[in-house]
């Protein structure tokens, strides 16, 4: 680790990354107890849960968000390589290249545009009125700092080729 002064911040960022993965699976599992709960209560006439809904489209929210930049880092997603793989060494390195460059512009475009949102919802002051009342921007709170992540994982693979080999986790 004292060789590479980048080895503690990569260790930082992918503890930032694990951290928010074990938060999504733990969110994960409230909402499956959450939806189970509902369907016991609903189905023995014992209580109303008429919040359900919602915190479970927030909680998917939620997931998606922390969970995806511990997707990208483990190449997680789904990715056709049939034509990447048959290339030869020096034109597939290339390739991934290019859509490393590519993933960190999007994400660079996204963090903007999730920045400008958010800045947006809290000038306005809208409010959402679900079966729970609160600030619209509390829903765009989350999306900056995940595109930040996203955007750090391309840069990190841009910068250091070899950490983008898929199993390789970062």
Known sequence: MADN?????????????DALAVLAGA????????????????????FATPWTLDLTEYGLYLITFFGAPWVLRERGHIAIEIVVERLPGPARRAFERLANVLG??????????????LARSYASGALVYQTFVFPEWYLFVFAPPVFLLLLAI??????????????QGG
Do not use: M, T
């Open 154 to 167: 391309y840069v990190r693979w841009i910068v250091r080729p070899g950490d983008a080999q898929p199993g």
């Open 5 to 17: 002064p980048n080895a503690g911040a990569r260790s930082r960022l992918d503890r930032l990354i």
């Open 104 to 117: 960190a512009l999007v994400c660079a475009i996204l963090f903007l545009v999730a920045c400008v949102a």
């Open 27 to 46: 969110l994960l599992c409230a909402l499956v107890a959450i939806v189970c709960l509902d369907v016991a209560a609903r189905s023995l006439h014992l």
